[in-house]
């Protein structure tokens, strides 16, 4: 088992725009370099063991710049990608044909089924998300630090998870900032322990 990092990636132009991105993609804009890039320092005197990452570019992205030049094992997860949203995906926020899905995905959670849009649930992110980590963490000694960069709502299914919040309050503070980090301790034969929630320490 291990320690585990989970960084958010950064800032990108569909986020800056407020448009869905799920398992597509955009770019990283400068503010989202520069956001990996102040993470990048942050994190500098960590001794990571590996880095898993989602796949997807932008955290690639991310990745590359968080680590520049050192030299440890790069992992490409699937299982580390966004939530899945169908139909959705690549439209903006205020698009009024989809409203009534927006509304549950983003106002009421509990209520959110992604039915009409064919994507994925919360239960099943949550469950895919905690699956991997779990899986990662097992591959690992109780002393290793692991870095692991992937997605807003992603990171924040694992750390609503382990923080026993309800479903209805799935989006509710503190943000899962781009390029945030969030800490847990995942030992052996012991309920993972959330340390810092997006940068936030949990008591």
């Known amino acids: 088992m291990a320690t585990l990092y989970l960084v958010r990636h950064g800032q990108t132009e569909y986020n800056a725009n407020h448009i869905i991105q799920g398992h597509c993609d955009s ?75 927006f509304e549950k995905f983003w106002k009421y959670p509990e209520d959110y089924t992604a039915e009409s849009n064919q994507g994925e649930t919360y239960d099943e992110l949550e469950a895919r998300i905690y699956n991997c980590c779990n899986k990662i963490a097992a591959q690992h000694s109780d002393t290793d630090e692991i870095l692991i960069v992937s997605h807003g709502a992603a990171i924040r299914s694992i750390l609503n998870r382990l923080t026993n919040r309800p479903r209805a309050q799935f989006w509710a503070p503190p943000e899962v900032k781009p390029a945030s980090i969030s800490i847990i301790k995942w030992d052996a034969g012991k309920q993972p322990d959330v340390l810092s929630f997006a940068g936030n320490k949990v008591n």
């Open 27 to 101: 770019p990283l804009t400068e503010l989202g370099v520069s956001q990996a890039q102040a993470t990048a320092e942050k994190l500098k005197d960590i001794d990571f063991t590996a880095c898993y990452h989602s796949p997807l570019p932008r955290t690639v992205r991310t990745t590359e710049i968080i680590l520049n030049q050192r030299q440890l094992p790069r992992i490409p997860d699937a299982e580390l990608k966004e939530i899945y949203l169908g139909t959705l995906e690549g439209l903006c926020f205020t698009d009024e044909r989809y409203a009534a899905d």
